[in-house]
Every structure is written in structure tokens, then in C-alpha cells.
């Protein structure tokens, strides 16, 4: 691409037409119409930072744009200007349509850039852009709304002899008609928001009893997100692998499609793990794949970077689900197996060139991994985390997309990804074992991470053959996400790293043996760990926890509050990472990454609860806002019983009674924000 950049470059100034270097064909005509010579980025995080490298590159000057919480954020710093748009909630400053488009005439922006997220697929904001002469960066409107809303991207697709799967696409939304199709598709079904989109307002109706619960929380989260709770009912297919094609269209009719992706590893329909080329498709599946995606780009006279997203079963049958009509997160992994920055590609088009290379000037090479990584508890049904990155150290040797640094606060405002880990290999495995030891280099402390569960996930045997679908992971949930208990021996090391960086064992060395204990919680597990500080070596510790008993000599090299321990046994020598704050240890291996807890006094527990902790009722999982309310003061609810609503991190949880009993005080109200663990809804038991 870069050769393709110089080229256009040099063709300007000499005023001369160049052909291909490789001879094949002409060289595509590169000349910009409407040369872009400053880019405002209508996003925020990893996806701004990774615009402005690519438009640094071709020398155009960008412009942020931040809220509140975010005016320290990176991609303020590494904009060249950045304007103020609002307060913290998006629909406050990112999604304030007006207020961007202010900025950009203020600042003299030529283009506006949406990301992924936010605008990049609101029609409105497209013509909002295009009434006030501003370029785009994205496809034309009519492809932004014929594809935004699924039922008509279903008709299209079909038009344009592209496979679709059986649904409802309807604009009768009556419940009585929707459960009516959905017995005539035959359950289990899929509830999609038709104009939804990175799992948002999707819910699976295994049978007719849940089908109407589904329907109204789908339809809920499908109006937060995107204003609009129309919904379609499709086929739910059994362990179905979702492939995705990337696909690139000019304004002077030119298509390619820049081969696959497998999205299939994810939970709550959000993708975690994407891998390109697709593992064990077939270079005739590959093709024809290929080709009804830009087929599907052809039919609504695409421009730009788009998605074309399928259903595939397990005979290599493909269906069109649904057109991303923007960038995808997962982009980086198909630059890294075709050499292409697909954003300098999006901004070439928008400013009036043709694409950089033909169809047949495009080949895969080597195999990619793109893996998210999250601030959440995989355990913990994978429930979004939020606070201060205490410790952020990130491999050297792998692609890092990220907007954050150590020190910064994941928001419970945004979405709760910390940064995407990108590698590449020759070939599938190699390409996995360079995702996993990248995996190990990970440091983050603050906060809970997939981290671990990434870990598990590359080390899986059927993920290792490629054998993935999109019920993945419930169906191997229990190897997974399983509680596993550390090792006695891990758990000593740990505790034995832990009072040598507090430096308590290093200030009794008076001709005589001392001795520390120390109370670990790791989950809902208890440990102790006694421990004897030698007088006649400095590095010498008897260290005894369970089963476990053993001398041993440990070094540590403290780097930044990050430390590397080396641990001398009497048989092996093992090494890892530590790092402690605010009452926890976390501890680095190779193929985990473990937390505990130092437990507090027994009189600080006592004291907590005589300043009213109360026990039963609804508790917060996590930072957000009180969506909704479903119970009042005195009123009888049952074990399972949704009491609250809440929305955090752009998804919405409801919260349930554990217990029977009656409501003795409501603490919140609609729209109030709350902390993790905040008490929202008292209940008492029901007395005789």
C-alpha cells in the first residue's frame, strides 16, 4: 500500500500517468477529487488514535472531539486540535449531531470521520454532513439506510441472488403477529432490532413460553441504543459460524472484496476472538463467498470500507445476516494477511480516487488473531468492569490498537474495551502461539480482564483445530470459565512476592528466624500462608501452605510497580509478574493471571454492617444508570422477579430478586447513577 501511496504521490507532482509495478494492469487512478486536507474523527478511544495514525501518514491534520471524562483521553493528545462536545453520556456529546458538525465548520474540517459505534451508520448524520458540504467518510446514504434497516437489506440481498435465511421482515410489530411468524419459522428464533447492530437489541426465544419476555428486552435495548424498537424474527440456526467478508467499493463503480473473517467466538452476540483468513473453509467456499459479498456491495452501489456478515452452517451453507455499511473493530486482522491499511483506503475514496488495486492484485498471505481485550468478569458472566487502570503494560512484539495508558479510567459511560491485541503468522498455529505468549505479556491491574479467559480459549483443543461456531463457548463453558483453584505452591509464591515488595520480611535479620503469616482470598477460597525469613541468607525462605512446604530463594526486579520474580525451588526455577494496589495482588503467568484479595479486619466487616449494609434485595453488578424501576415499596416478589433495569457500558441488565419476600424500600429512581455493589432495592422476608 505504501508503494501505492509514494506512487500517487509522485504522479501529482510529476504530472504523469505510471503503470503497475507488478505489470499486471494499469495502475488504478489514485487522482483525489476533493483532496481531504483536515479530518475530524467523530469517535473517541482506540478507533480515534488508529484513524489519525493513517491520516498522519498521508499528511492530513486531525481534529477530536471529546466529552467531559474524556479530556485527558489519548486521542485528544494525539489529535493536532481537539473541541469540547458535552458532558459524559454520548448522547450528550458523541452522538450530538449539531454540535460536531459545528466543530467542523469552526475548525475548517473538510471531512468527518464516524469510527465504528456512535454515527457511523445514522442516515441523518450522513445528511446532515452532505447538506452542510462536508465529505462523509462512508458509504452513500441509500446504502446506509437500505442496509441499516434488515428487512429491507433482506429483500435486497435476495434481488441480487444473494443466500438469505428464513425470517419475518414484516412492518406488522404487533406481539400477537410476531409470536404468530415465529411459530411458523419454528423455534428457536432470533429477535433482531432492524436497525441493530453489534449485538444490540438481539435476544434468542428457545421456545413459545420465553418468547415474549425476550421480545420486550430486546425491543428495550434496541430503542436505547438506536431509537428505534421495530424488530424481525429469523431462523435461529444451531451452532452457526459467523463469516464475514470485508468488502471496498469507489465512487466510479469499482468492487473487491478482501477476503474472510471468522467472528464465531463470542458472548452475548458481541465477538471476542477473530481470526482471518476463516479456518477449514474451502478456496471454492472462499471464492463464492467472496463474490456474493460484492455482489451484495454492487446491488446498493457501495463506496468505501463495508461488511458483508453471514450465517454459516455446518456444511459451508452461507446467509446473508446483515451489511455493516462502516469500518469493523476487526479490521486490523485482514490489513495484516493483505499488506492494506483500510483506513488511508477510505479516505483515498472518499476524496474522489479509485482503489489502490484491482481483485486480482489482492492475496492472502499467513493467518491473523484479533483479540478483545475487556474490562470484565468472564466468571462473573462476563459483567463489565469500570475504574482506574492501575497498571497497564502491553507486549512488545504484537500489534496493539488502544486508547488508553496506564493511569486512565475505563468509563462506565463507554463501551468497556481496553484495547485490541492484532498478530500474525505464517500459518494458523503459529499465528496462535504468538496470540497466547502475547496473551502472558498482557499486564493490566485495576481491574478484572478476559485476559485469563483468553488464555483458556487459545489453549482449547477444538479451538487449536478450528472447529469454532458461535455457541462456542456456552457449550464448553464449564473447561472455560470454570472456578480453578491455584495450586498450593501459587498461591505461597504469590504471598512470599507480596510482603518481600512490602519489604516486611527484609528488616529482621537479627542473628534469628522470623516469621510472617498471611490470609489470601482467592474467589470464595481462603488461603494461609506462614512463611520463615532466614537470618543467614537474605533470599532464603522456608514457605509452607497446605500441602505445600518447600525452601525457597527468590528474586524480584521491581519495574514501574511492576515486578519480576524469580523463584528458585528445590527442582525447578519458575518465574512471573506481580503487581499490588488497593488491597490486591495480582499475579502474571504464563497461562494465567491471578487475583487475590488481601481480606480486611474482622472490625471492618462488623463496622460496614452496622452502618447499613443490607443483605436481600437487588444489588448493582456493576457501575450504571437506573434504566428502569419495576417494583414499589410493599409489594410481594418472588425468587427470579425482575425489580431493576439497569444500563451500563451500552448493554442492559436486569436485576432479580434472590429471594422471595416484600419490598421495603426502592433506593433509586429512573436515570439515577450507581455504583457497583450499591444496594438499589431493599426486600424483606414475607412474615407469617
Same mark, same amino acid.
Given at each position: $500500500?505504501?508503494?501505492?501511496?509514494?506512487?500517487?504521490?509522485?504522479?501529482?507532482?510529476? /504530472?504523469?500517468?505510471?503503470?503497475?509495478?507488478?505489470?499486471?494492469?494499469? &495502475?488504478?487512478?489514485?487522482?483525489?477529487?476533493?483532496?481531504?486536507?483536515?479530518?475530524?474523527?467523530? *469517535?473517541?478511544?482506540?478507533?480515534?488514535?488508529?484513524?489519525?495514525?493513517?491520516?498522519?501518514?498521508?499528511?492530513?491534520?486531525?481534529?477530536?472531539?471529546?466529552?467531559?471524562?474524556?479530556?485527558?483521553?489519548?486521542?485528544?493528545?494525539?489529535?493536532?486540535?481537539?473541541?469540547?462536545?458535552?458532558?459524559?453520556?454520548?448522547?450528550?456529546?458523541?452522538?450530538?449531531?449539531?454540535?460536531?458538525?459545528?466543530?467542523?465548520?469552526?475548525c475548517g474540517a473538510k471531512a468527518?470521520?464516524?469510527?465504528?459505534?456512535?454515527?457511523?451508520? *445514522?442516515?441523518?448524520?450522513?445528511?446532515?454532513?452532505?447538506?452542510? !458540504?462536508?465529505?462523509?467518510?462512508?458509504?452513500?446514504?441509500?446504502?446506509?439506510?437500505?442496509?441499516?434497516?434488515?428487512?429491507?437489506?433482506?429483500?435486497?440481498?435476495?434481488?441480487?441472488?444473494?443466500?438469505?435465511?428464513?425470517?419475518?421482515?414484516?412492518?406488522?410489530?404487533?406481539?400477537?403477529?410476531? &409470536? +404468530?411468524?415465529?411459530?411458523?419459522?419454528?423455534?428457536?428464533?432470533?429477535?433482531?432490532?432492524?436497525?441493530?447492530?453489534?449485538?444490540?437489541?438481539?435476544?434468542?426465544?428457545?421456545?413459545?413460553?420465553?418468547?415474549?419476555?425476550?421480545?420486550?428486552?430486546?425491543?428495550?435495548?434496541?430503542?436505547?441504543?438506536?431509537?428505534?424498537?421495530?424488530?424481525?424474527?429469523?431462523?435461529?440456526?444451531?451452532?452457526?459460524?459467523?463469516?464475514?467478508?470485508?468488502?471496498?467499493?469507489?465512487?466510479?463503480? *469499482?468492487?473487491?472484496?478482501?477476503?474472510?473473517?471468522?467472528?464465531?467466538?463470542?458472548?452475548?452476540? +458481541?465477538?471476542?476472538?477473530?481470526?482471518?483468513?476463516?479456518?477449514?473453509?474451502?478456496?471454492?467456499?472462499?471464492?463464492?463467498?467472496?463474490?456474493?459479498?460484492?455482489?451484495?456491495?454492487?446491488? @446498493?452501489?457501495?463506496?468505501? %470500507?463495508?461488511?458483508?456478515?453471514?450465517?454459516?452452517?455446518?456444511?459451508?451453507?452461507?446467509?446473508?445476516?446483515?451489511?455493516?455499511?462502516?469500518?469493523?473493530?476487526e479490521h486490523p486482522i485482514t490489513?495484516?494477511?493483505?499488506?492494506?491499511?483500510?483506513?488511508?483506503? +477510505?479516505?483515498?475514496?472518499?476524496? /474522489?480516487?479509485?482503489? #489502490?488495486?484491482?481483485?486480482?492484485?489482492?492475496?492472502?498471505?499467513?493467518?491473523?488473531?484479533?483479540?478483545?481485550?475487556?474490562?470484565?468478569?468472564?466468571?462473573?458472566?462476563?459483567?463489565?468492569?469500570?475504574?482506574?487502570?492501575?497498571?497497564?503494560?502491553?507486549?512488545?512484539?504484537?500489534?496493539?490498537?488502544?486508547?488508553?495508558?496506564?493511569?486512565?479510567?475505563?468509563?462506565?459511560?463507554?463501551?468497556? $474495551?481496553? %484495547?485490541?491485541?492484532?498478530?500474525?503468522?505464517?500459518?494458523?498455529?503459529?499465528?496462535?502461539?504468538?496470540?497466547?505468549?502475547?496473551?502472558?505479556?498482557? =499486564?493490566?491491574?485495576?481491574?478484572?480482564?478476559?485476559?485469563?479467559?483468553?488464555?483458556?480459549?487459545?489453549?482449547?483443543?477444538?479451538?487449536?483445530?478450528?472447529?469454532?461456531?458461535?455457541?462456542?463457548?456456552?457449550?464448553?463453558?464449564?473447561?472455560?470459565?470454570?472456578?480453578?483453584? #491455584?495450586?498450593?505452591?501459587?498461591?505461597?509464591?504469590?504471598?512470599?512476592?507480596?510482603?518481600?515488595?512490602?519489604?516486611?520480611?527484609?528488616?529482621?535479620?537479627?542473628?534469628?528466624?522470623?516469621?510472617?503469616?498471611?490470609?489470601?482470598?482467592?474467589?470464595?477460597?481462603?488461603?494461609?500462608?506462614?512463611?520463615?525469613?532466614?537470618?543467614?541468607?537474605? !533470599?532464603?525462605?522456608?514457605?509452607?501452605?497446605?500441602?505445600?512446604?518447600?525452601?525457597?530463594?527468590?528474586?524480584?526486579?521491581?519495574?514501574?510497580?511492576?515486578?519480576?520474580?524469580?523463584?528458585?525451588? %528445590?527442582?525447578?526455577?519458575?518465574?512471573?509478574?506481580?503487581?499490588?494496589?488497593?488491597?490486591?495482588?495480582?499475579?502474571?503467568?504464563?497461562?494465567?493471571?491471578?487475583?487475590?484479595?488481601?481480606?480486611?479486619?474482622?472490625?471492618?466487616?462488623?463496622?460496614?454492617?452496622?452502618?447499613?449494609?443490607f443483605e436481600g434485595g437487588a444489588?448493582? #453488578?456493576?457501575?450504571?444508570?437506573?434504566?428502569?424501576?419495576?417494583?414499589?415499596?410493599?409489594?410481594?416478589?418472588?425468587?427470579?422477579?425482575?425489580?431493576?433495569?439497569? =444500563?451500563?457500558?451500552?448493554?442492559?441488565?436486569?436485576?432479580?430478586?434472590?429471594?422471595?419476600?416484600?419490598?421495603?424500600?426502592?433506593?433509586?429512581?429512573?436515570?439515577? *447513577? @450507581?455504583?457497583?455493589?450499591?444496594?438499589?432495592?431493599?426486600?424483606?422476608?414475607?412474615?407469617?
Amino acid at each position: $500500500m505504501a508503494a501505492h501511496i509514494r506512487l500517487f504521490q509522485l504522479r501529482k507532482s510529476l /504530472g504523469i500517468r505510471l503503470q503497475s509495478c507488478r505489470g499486471v494492469s494499469s &495502475l488504478p487512478d489514485l487522482e483525489t477529487k476533493h483532496p481531504i486536507d483536515k479530518l475530524l474523527i467523530a *469517535n473517541r478511544g482506540e478507533i480515534a488514535c488508529r484513524i489519525i495514525r493513517s491520516a498522519r501518514k498521508l499528511g492530513i491534520r486531525s481534529v477530536a472531539i471529546y466529552s467531559d471524562v474524556d479530556k485527558n483521553s489519548v486521542h485528544v493528545r494525539e489529535a493536532d486540535e481537539a473541541y469540547r462536545v458535552g458532558t459524559a453520556a454520548a448522547a450528550e456529546s458523541y452522538l450530538r449531531q449539531d454540535k460536531i458538525i459545528e466543530v467542523a465548520k469552526h475548525c475548517g474540517a473538510k471531512a468527518i470521520h464516524p469510527g465504528y459505534g456512535f454515527l457511523s451508520e *445514522n442516515v441523518e448524520f450522513a445528511e446532515l454532513c452532505k447538506k452542510e !458540504d462536508l465529505i462523509f467518510v462512508g458509504p452513500p446514504v441509500n446504502a446506509i439506510r437500505d442496509m441499516g434497516i434488515k428487512s429491507t437489506s433482506k429483500q435486497i440481498m435476495a434481488k441480487a441472488g444473494v443466500p438469505i435465511i428464513e425470517g419475518y421482515h414484516g412492518v406488522e410489530q404487533d406481539d400477537a403477529i410476531l &409470536l +404468530q411468524e415465529a411459530k411458523k419459522i419454528g423455534f428457536p428464533v432470533m429477535l433482531k432490532a432492524v436497525r441493530g447492530g453489534g449485538g444490540k437489541g438481539m435476544r434468542i426465544a428457545m421456545n413459545e413460553a420465553e418468547f415474549e419476555s425476550q421480545l420486550e428486552s430486546a425491543r428495550r435495548e434496541a430503542m436505547k441504543s438506536f431509537g428505534d424498537n421495530v424488530m424481525l424474527v429469523e431462523k435461529f440456526v444451531v451452532n452457526p459460524r459467523h463469516v464475514e467478508v470485508q468488502v471496498f467499493g469507489d465512487q466510479h463503480g *469499482n468492487h473487491v472484496y478482501l477476503f474472510e473473517r471468522d467472528c464465531s467466538i463470542q458472548r452475548r452476540h +458481541q465477538k471476542i476472538i477473530e481470526e482471518a483468513p476463516a479456518p477449514g473453509i474451502s478456496d471454492e467456499v472462499r471464492r463464492r463467498i467472496g463474490a456474493a459479498a460484492v455482489r451484495a456491495a454492487k446491488a @446498493v452501489d457501495y463506496v468505501g %470500507a463495508g461488511t458483508v456478515e453471514f450465517v454459516m452452517d455446518s456444511q459451508q451453507k452461507f446467509y446473508f445476516m446483515e451489511m455493516n455499511t462502516r469500518l469493523q473493530v476487526e479490521h486490523p486482522i485482514t490489513e495484516l494477511i493483505t499488506g492494506v491499511d483500510l483506513v488511508e483506503w +477510505q479516505l483515498l475514496v472518499a476524496s /474522489g480516487a479509485s482503489l #489502490p488495486l484491482l481483485q486480482e492484485q489482492i492475496e492472502p498471505k499467513g493467518h491473523a488473531f484479533e483479540a478483545r481485550i475487556y474490562a470484565e468478569d468472564p466468571k462473573n458472566n462476563f459483567m463489565p468492569a469500570a475504574g482506574f487502570l492501575k497498571k497497564l503494560r502491553a507486549p512488545a512484539d504484537a500489534r496493539v490498537d488502544t486508547g488508553v495508558q496506564e493511569g486512565d479510567e475505563v468509563s462506565v459511560h463507554y463501551d468497556p $474495551m481496553i %484495547a485490541k491485541l492484532v498478530v500474525w503468522g505464517s500459518d494458523r498455529q503459529s499465528a496462535l502461539a504468538k496470540l497466547k505468549r502475547s496473551l502472558g505479556d498482557y =499486564i493490566i491491574a485495576g481491574m478484572p480482564t478476559n485476559i485469563p479467559f483468553l488464555m483458556k480459549l487459545c489453549s482449547h483443543p477444538s479451538f487449536r483445530t478450528g472447529d469454532v461456531h458461535t455457541e462456542f463457548i456456552p457449550q464448553h463453558k464449564e473447561s472455560l470459565l470454570g472456578f480453578a483453584r #491455584p495450586s498450593d505452591k501459587m498461591v505461597a509464591l504469590s504471598a512470599l512476592s507480596l510482603l518481600r515488595r512490602r519489604n516486611s520480611l527484609d528488616f529482621f535479620r537479627l542473628n534469628m528466624e522470623h516469621i510472617e503469616k498471611i490470609e489470601f482470598k482467592y474467589g470464595d477460597g481462603d488461603f494461609s500462608v506462614e512463611i520463615t525469613a532466614h537470618s543467614d541468607d537474605k !533470599d532464603s525462605f522456608t514457605v509452607r501452605c497446605g500441602s505445600f512446604l518447600e525452601e525457597v530463594k527468590m528474586k524480584i526486579c521491581d519495574t514501574e510497580g511492576v515486578a519480576n520474580v524469580r523463584c528458585e525451588l %528445590a527442582e525447578e526455577i519458575c518465574t512471573f509478574k506481580c503487581s499490588f494496589d488497593d488491597g490486591r495482588l495480582s499475579v502474571f503467568t504464563e497461562d494465567d493471571v491471578l487475583l487475590f484479595d488481601i481480606p480486611e479486619p474482622s472490625y471492618m466487616a462488623k463496622l460496614a454492617n452496622k452502618i447499613g449494609v443490607f443483605e436481600g434485595g437487588a444489588v448493582a #453488578p456493576m457501575p450504571g444508570v437506573v434504566e428502569q424501576v419495576l417494583v414499589s415499596e410493599g409489594q410481594e416478589v418472588v425468587r427470579g422477579q425482575s425489580l431493576v433495569v439497569m =444500563i451500563a457500558m451500552k448493554m442492559e441488565y436486569v436485576i432479580r430478586a434472590s429471594g422471595d419476600g416484600i419490598v421495603s424500600k426502592v433506593m433509586y429512581k429512573k436515570g439515577d *447513577n @450507581v455504583a457497583k455493589n450499591t444496594q438499589l432495592v431493599q426486600v424483606v422476608p414475607k412474615t407469617e
